[in-house]
């Protein structure tokens, strides 16, 4: 069976870093709504999709990165990212990877496919420019995220071009260790990270060396605390970590979930670490059948991403 190593859903509420009741939940997006562009690259034509904001001024930019085997319609669709644009006032983008896939840096993907060779540095650095230049977006105000290949991307995104960003998240995917050898990004960034413990397709724990997965090699991966710590740590955040066991709202989904929190970082900003205690590669809000949660590790219904992501992201001024 071929499927999407990524599953995310990015869901909001009205409460700063609360979880939400899934009947809370606001509406996902509508990719027929959203406006589809394509830029010319040395890689061909590029596409992705963009929710510009009829309002004057400078707006907040967040760029969403899909998960292997996806594309930006499919994320779009499993997010309310872009209700929450426009209750808020920032301009949601959705590039496209190329057959599915980010050049993330790894030489590799989860899926068994031939990894991409795109430069996709290069490209999401077009999309953002594009923006800012059609769409008024704020370049003092960009913020990535990035589900599974699309977390990668963004932990590779911002080792090579912290300039263009004002913070970053990876969500259930973990740092490869050669890359945080070299990983040297030109400013501090405030960081999100969001892991499942019971990851069966990104172990939280890290993965090692030598590791085949569908036939294809795959590289040695720190675990979820050390990516954390090292992003945090690159931040310049001071090293004491407080946690904050967050409200189990569902008793039902077998997973809680937890806050971990590095403050005193440049800027005076913070570092978050959300971690979902037995739950997998599923991000929190998405209901899944239980063969794939089975699969994938369990998920969890406790808390609502997207408000995690944006009331982290607007806190970055």
């Known amino acids: 069976m071929r499927y999407g190593p990524a599953i995310l859903i990015l869901l909001l509420a009205p409460l700063l870093r609360h979880p939400a009741l899934a009947a809370d939940f606001p509406d996902k997006g509508n990719p027929a709504t959203a406006t589809s562009r394509s830029l010319t690259t040395a890689d061909g034509r590029r596409d992705y999709l963009v929710q510009p904001l009829a309002s004057p001024g400078r707006h907040p930019v967040v760029v969403l990165l899909h998960g292997g085997t996806q594309d930006a319609r499919r994320i779009w669709k ?4 872009a209700t929450l644009g ?7 983008v959705a590039p496209d990877g190329i057959d599915g896939h980010w050049n ?11 990894p991409s060779t795109a430069d996709d540095i290069g490209f999401i650095k077009a999309v953002i420019a594009d923006v ?16 599974s290949n699309g977390g990668f ?17 990876n969500l259930i995917s973990n740092l490869p260790t050669e890359e945080a050898k070299t ?10 990270s969001l892991n499942g413990t019971s990851d069966a397709i990104i172990p ?3 993965q090692p060396a030598g590791t085949k997965k569908r036939g294809e090699l795959q590289p040695e991966l720190l675990s979820a605390d050390a990516t954390f710590a090292f992003f945090a740590d690159k931040a310049g955040c001071a090293p004491a970590v407080t946690t904050q066991r967050l409200p189990d709202i569902d008793r039902k989904d077998g997973s809680w979930p937890e806050l971990r929190e590095r403050a005193g970082c440049a800027g005076g900003m913070e570092s978050l670490q959300y971690v ?8 929190p809000g998405l209901k899944v059948g239980p063969v794939i949660a089975r699969f994938l590790g369990g998920t969890n219904m406790d808390v609502d991403t997207g408000t995690l992501l944006w009331n982290f992201f607007r806190t970055v001024r």
């Not at 993330?104 to 031939?114: F, L, P, V």
């Not at 990983?183 to 999100?192: G, T, V």
Request: aromatic content about 6%.
């Open 204 to 206: 939280f724990e890290g």
């Open 78 to 81: 499993q997010t309310s990212l």
């Open 183 to 192: 990983c040297r990004p030109r400013k501090p960034l405030p960081w999100l």
């Open 132 to 147: 800012i230049a059609r769409d008024g977006g704020d370049a003092a105000h960009v913020y990535l995220a990035g589900v």
């Open 86 to 92: 426009k209750a808020e006032g920032f301009i949601l």
């Open 153 to 169: 991307m963004a932990m590779h995104f911002a080792c090579d071009a912290a300039e263009v960003l004002a913070a970053g998240a």
């Open 276 to 283: 979902m205690h037995d739950s997998g590669h599923i991000t």
């Open 104 to 114: 993330d840096g790894r030489g590799s993907t989860i899926a068994g496919d031939a």
